[in-house]
């Protein structure tokens, strides 16, 4: 967890370099990738890549994806970022390879520190282990683990770490079953 230094809970806890480079980043995502079409991807890999953000092999990111700071962004092989999902990356979001993200899914690091009267801006970040799927509108809070083939349902909210082949849902996210990882299909196995 890493807390940000603030005086008051309305200053901003980014110095005026980062807070260029958000700027300018907006305005490049939304000029010369929002608009693009799916097979633009790697238009968009490299426009993220330009942005600092951690690319290996191929991952998808949708057109209507949302980044907030790309620099802490890691995408591998084949891992997805689908329609309007949010990577709130103020602190590091990893997806990795064959992760999914489903459409407005939304992964959040940030949060303050409630207990000082300055409210600082704490990140923690987020993995999503290889395999895994989050569902279509699930939050995934800062600091959690999702475990390689876990499996999060659709709208939950995801408070704490998933386990590893296991299946979770609902607010907030309950164990629903596990399985062994043997027993699953691998993604691109052509089963």
């Not at 980014?14 to 097979?39: H, N």
């Amino acid at each position: 967890m890493k807390i940000f230094e603030q005086t008051s809970p309305q200053d901003s806890p980014w110095d005026f370099k980062t807070k260029v480079r958000i700027l300018l980043w907006e305005y490049v995502w939304a000029l010369l990738c929002s608009w693009t079409p799916k097979p633009f991807n790697f238009w968009r890999l490299f426009i993220l890549k330009l942005f600092g953000c951690k690319i290996s092999g191929r991952p998808f990111v949708h057109q209507r994806a949302r980044i907030a700071l790309p620099w802490n962004l890691v995408l591998h092989d084949r891992a997805c970022l689908g329609d309007r999902a949010n990577a709130y990356s103020l602190g590091v979001i990893e997806i990795r390879m064959n992760a999914v993200v489903a459409q407005e899914a939304y992964l959040c690091t940030g949060t303050h520190a409630f207990m000082r009267p300055q409210m600082n801006l704490m990140t923690s970040p987020i993995i999503v282990g290889e395999g895994a799927f989050v569902g279509a509108r699930a939050f995934v809070l800062p600091g959690v683990t999702i475990g390689d083939g876990a499996v999060v349902g659709a709208c939950s909210v995801v408070t704490k770490n998933v386990s590893h082949n296991s299946v979770v849902a609902g607010n907030p996210a309950t164990l629903i079953t596990a399985w062994k990882s043997t027993t699953r299909v691998p993604i691109g196995s052509g089963n």
